[in-house]
């Protein structure tokens, strides 16, 4: 499968990360209106004062009870960073249009500033519209929280000594600017300083949607290219609901639904919809009111009396979405991704930040353990025991693979049962080979493959022995 380019290539629109070392205290972009100038000093004294307070004693860097504009977000982002070196590592992927630095903090036990073989990688996105606040507040809190707890609360030990976990608090910091406290449904400051929807604007599976792609898109793109990910999730507000993939269908299906059984939004299922389903009642299960019906509502809908079951959705039966980045995780770069809705009022008073944060707070951590389910494993060459990047793993019958990275790594989350897992690439043998998975989480089954090449160019090896045999022959014809 491959995503629509609409005459474009990916590579047009990739930015580099950029990491931000311990102790540089750097700004590549104005946070606000102020002049840059003005702005970078200004961030620079917030810096000076907050550490040299924070030093003295262990008092919370981020702080509940306000919202964090650009300028206060990074500043407790390279807190956070200077405080916990041995566990963070702050980058940019790239920049929005006005030109702010969108910020991610990789929070691990072990080397946090690179990927480590068959250690899998996560993340976490807030903050899409950027009048849906809240999932910007509690991804601050929970990045301080799990380096607060670390080696003191076994959940987040245990994730953190086997997980990297990337906290991107915002990838729309300009409309979170114009955004208005208090204001619950506007659609001010939802779109990026363009006027553009991000979370319309990435290429889409089934249909092109002729949009220009954005800086904040282009970010993203860049990142999946950058970072194998296995899970994530994209934190919204304006419901009370988890949904996942697949967010839009065929346009011949959709028109079909709606001219003969007036369905405007059909589900969409996708070949992991199993596991799809069952993340995202992994989140509302642990959340205090998600999965309470009558605490949900379709807003979309404009129906405020029709619930989600099980506080979830899949995301086309909600509402169909053309250039969602869920449906792009997953279709571009193999990853499981679900958004959650994780409030009804999308700006709501600074004052209510921490019950959402106690609430959310579970469900963050508990949803990010998933990762470590199913199968995972290396590909090989048998030949000469190279790693094969680009082979596709996938399970059999099952039509979307995921591919191996340059490691030869493969990760497959999966549910408690027998699978048989095809693996293949082309020059190759391909291979069937049956496992288990187990209902324990920190229990993935280990699968290492070697594969054998058909290629007629790659010669068996050559024994000592046969080069001995062939030079005794010689020298006795010449005798």
């Given at each position: 499968?491959?995503?629509?380019?609409?005459?474009?290539?990916?590579?047009?629109?990739?930015?580099?990360?950029?990491?931000?070392?311990?102790?540089?205290?750097?700004?590549?972009?104005?946070?606000?209106?102020?002049?840059?100038?003005?702005?970078?000093?200004?961030?620079?004294?917030?810096?000076?004062?907050?550490?040299?307070?924070?030093?003295?004693?262990?008092?919370?860097?981020?702080?509940?009870?306000?919202?964090?504009?650009?300028?206060?977000?990074?500043?407790?982002?390279?807190?956070?960073?200077?405080?916990?070196?041995?566990?963070?590592?702050?980058?940019?992927?790239?920049?929005?249009?006005?030109?702010?630095?969108?910020?991610v903090l990789a929070i691990s036990a072990l080397n946090p500033d690179s990927h480590v073989t068959l250690r899998p990688e996560v993340k976490y996105v807030g903050n899409i519209h950027g009048n849906e606040v809240i999932g910007r507040e509690i991804l601050l809190q929970l990045a301080e929280y799990l380096l607060v707890n670390y080696g003191k609360d076994d959940d987040v030990t245990n994730l953190l000594d086997n997980t990297r976990v990337h906290i991107m608090p915002t990838l729309n910091p300009d409309g979170f600017e114009r955004s208005i406290e208090g204001v619950c449904y506007s659609q001010v400051g939802r779109n990026n300083a363009n006027g553009y929807d991000l979370n319309r604007n990435f290429p889409d599976f089934f249909e092109d949607t002729g949009l220009r792609i954005q800086a904040e898109t282009a970010a993203i793109m860049g990142w999946l290219k950058t970072e194998h990910f296995v899970l994530s999730a994209q934190l919204h507000a304006g419901a009370l609901v988890a949904t996942y993939p697949l967010d839009n269908l065929h346009p011949a299906k959709k028109k079909l639904y709606k001219d003969v059984l007036q369905d405007n939004s059909p589900y969409s299922a996708c070949a992991d919809d199993d596991v799809l389903r069952f993340l995202a009642l992994t989140y509302s299960t642990h959340h205090g009111r998600m999965r309470m019906y009558n605490e949900t509502t379709r807003w979309a809908n404009y129906n405020p009396e029709m619930g989600f079951k099980d506080g979830i959705s899949n995301g086309a039966d909600w509402y169909a979405v053309a250039g969602g980045m869920q449906d792009y995780n997953y279709f571009a770069d193999g990853c499981f991704e679900i958004t959650v809705e994780v409030n009804t009022c999308m700006h709501p008073p600074r004052a209510e930040i921490s019950r959402f944060w106690e609430e959310n707070r579970a469900p963050l951590v508990q949803y990010l353990k998933q990762v470590h389910r199913g199968v995972k494993g290396i590909v090989t060459n048998l030949v000469d025991n190279s790693l094969i990047h680009g082979a596709e793993v996938r399970v059999h019958e099952r039509n979307l693979p995921q591919r191996t990275t340059k490691l030869g790594e493969f990760w497959l989350i999966l549910l408690p049962g027998n699978y048989n897992i095809e693996i293949s690439k082309s020059g190759f043998d391909t291979r069937m080979i049956s496992v288990e998975v187990s209902a324990e989480l920190y229990q993935t089954t280990r699968l290492d493959v070697s594969l054998r090449s058909t290629s007629s160019e790659i010669a068996p090896p050559i024994s000592l022995i046969s080069i001995l045999c062939t030079l005794i022959v010689i020298n006795f014809a010449e005798v």
């Open positions: 499968m491959s995503i629509p380019r609409g005459g474009r290539r990916y590579g047009d629109w990739e930015q580099k990360p950029t990491p931000i070392p311990a102790g540089s205290w750097y700004l590549s972009s104005p946070c606000s209106d102020l002049p840059i100038g003005m702005e970078k000093s200004l961030l620079l004294l917030l810096f000076l004062a907050t550490s040299s307070y924070c030093s003295s004693s262990e008092q919370s860097i981020v702080d509940v009870g306000v919202y964090h504009d650009h300028v206060k977000m990074t500043s407790s982002l390279m807190l956070l960073r200077e405080r916990y070196p041995r566990l963070t590592h702050l980058y940019s992927i790239g920049e929005s249009v006005e030109g702010r630095s969108l910020w």
